[in-house]
Nanobody, 122 residues
Framework: QVQLVESGGGLVQAGGSLRLSCAAS????????MAWFRQAPGKERELVAR???????YYADDVKGRFTISRDNAKNTVYLQMNSLKPEDTAVYYC????????????????WGQGTQVTVSS
């Protein structure tokens, strides 16, 4: 069982930065693929960034070059550094963990955090 707790959300002006953190419980954190999803009002949950256990990363096209996912296995924590934020980045951001080597969809993730709100004002 893995429990995930996100932090770091908030209100920021367009062009600003935020860093989200996700603290995970459990001794097998390093073996999980970790990801950040987001869900805006009236929209489906979408994958923002993913880091496999081996370290390879994936980013959605609209965040490439602006967001960076990283993980510290010693601290059981995954981060999402968000720079050059835009109003369209406003959403609830969720941390997720998957035991799959290459998780593709939200359904491949077994564990989810409670979400943290990110609001970007114009």
């Amino acid at each position: 069982q893995v429990q995930l707790v996100e932090s770091g959300g908030g209100l920021v002006q367009a062009g600003g930065s935020l860093r989200l953190s996700c603290a995970a419980s459990g001794r097998t954190f390093s073996s999980y693929a970790m990801a950040w999803f987001r869900q805006a009002p009236g929209k489906e949950r979408e994958l923002v960034a993913r880091m496999r256990s081996g370290g390879s990363t994936y980013y959605a096209d609209d965040v490439k070059g602006r967001f960076t996912i990283s993980r510290d296995n010693a601290k059981n924590t995954v981060y999402l550094q968000m720079n050059s934020l835009k109003p369209e980045d406003t959403a609830v951001y969720y941390c997720a963990a998957s035991p799959r080597v290459i998780p593709y969809a939200a359904g491949d993730y077994s564990y989810w955090g409670q979400g943290t709100q990110v609001t970007v004002s114009s």
